[in-house]
């Protein structure tokens, strides 16, 4: 298992991918209100680079509501998640962890076959 950025993905591949961070403001990265276009194109395209070094499945993550600067904010999906075809995405919701789901002591397997 490794973690990386996505400018250190470039030229390998992994069975299993996720990008974490999938909303507006992180991905692509926003300080304040200028719009840089020459970084907007830079950043979606290590984001699709990130996408391709999957080779069976990725995952894009994002947070519904995050503590930024202070503050619980709603946060609005990726404008690059948002430009992908609709068909090509599978959605789910993750349910609240409850702590009492987990048998103690076992790990569980994130790659389980079968």
Do not use: Y
Not at 13 to 25: M, P, R, T, W, Y
Not at 29 to 57: H, I, Q, Y
């Amino acid at each position: 298992m490794s973690l990386l950025t996505l400018h250190a993905s470039k030229g390998l591949e992994f069975a299993v991918v996720f990008i974490a961070g999938c909303e507006d403001g992180f991905l692509p990265l926003r300080f304040g209100s200028d719009e840089d276009a020459v970084n907007l194109a830079e950043e979606r395209r290590l984001f699709f680079v990130g996408m391709s070094r999957a080779r069976a499945r990725l995952f894009l993550a994002r947070a519904k509501k995050r503590l930024w600067r202070g503050q619980l904010r709603d946060q609005t999906v990726s404008s690059f998640v948002a430009a992908i075809a609709q068909e090509l995405l599978e959605r789910s919701q993750a349910r609240p962890f409850k702590a009492a789901e987990r048998p103690e002591g076992e790990q569980l397997d994130l790659f389980a076959t079968g």
